[in-house]
């Protein structure tokens, strides 16, 4: 990330525009690394400069928010896209999940999962899985569970990645017997 910042820099002093392309790519570096706080300052970057953020650069800084474990910050981008009129996909509401899980924040992965429906994003199963693992961790094994087979219900295809989300849930209320 430090390279692409760098990179970055040089192309500022030799006068290259920097466009929506270039400041994605050095969100995704930062992703990739976990460095939620240069994600955001690069977002904060494009807006002083006026470059247009788009689905792939919140994405992107929401997963790097949630490999920081900053779902507070995420849900923050989640709003902001709202404010911008900028569309989530999927894939932006998958890692806003993701930035839940960890901190077992389920209510808000609940409400994620309400608004997904309300407004017909489609739900996969990473939306799940990240679901399922918040609920487990937020101490909420019913919700986990009912998610599980919630999915089951809506033809989501299901895999080892949400049954370890369940499965997980299980162990950490020692309901691995039930």
């Known amino acids: 990330w ?26 995704s570096a930062c992703e990739k690394d976990g460095e939620w706080i240069n994600a955001l300052g690069l977002l904060v970057l494009m807006i002083a400069c006026n470059v247009e953020l788009n689905t792939i650069t919140y994405s992107t800084a929401i997963s790097a928010c949630a490999k920081g474990c900053e779902w507070a910050s995420a849900m923050w981008l989640l709003a902001e896209m709202a404010a911008g009129y900028v569309e989530p996909s999927t894939i932006t509401y ?13 209510i808000q992965a609940a409400e994620l999962l309400m608004e997904m429906m309300a407004t017909q994003v489609p739900l996969d199963t990473r939306t799940y899985a990240a679901a399922i693992g918040a609920c487990g961790n937020g101490g909420e094994l019913d919700e986990a569970l009912a998610l599980l087979a919630k999915m089951r219900a809506g033809n989501v295809e299901s895999n080892t990645i949400t049954y370890n989300a369940a499965i997980s849930a299980c162990g950490n209320l020692g309901e691995w017997a039930s």
């Open 2 to 27: 430090s390279r692409a910042l760098g990179l970055m820099a040089e192309m500022t002093a030799s006068r290259v525009e920097l466009s929506t392309i270039t400041y994605n790519a050095a969100v």
């Open 94 to 106: 998958n890692a806003a999940l993701s930035a839940c899980a960890p901190g077992g924040q389920w």
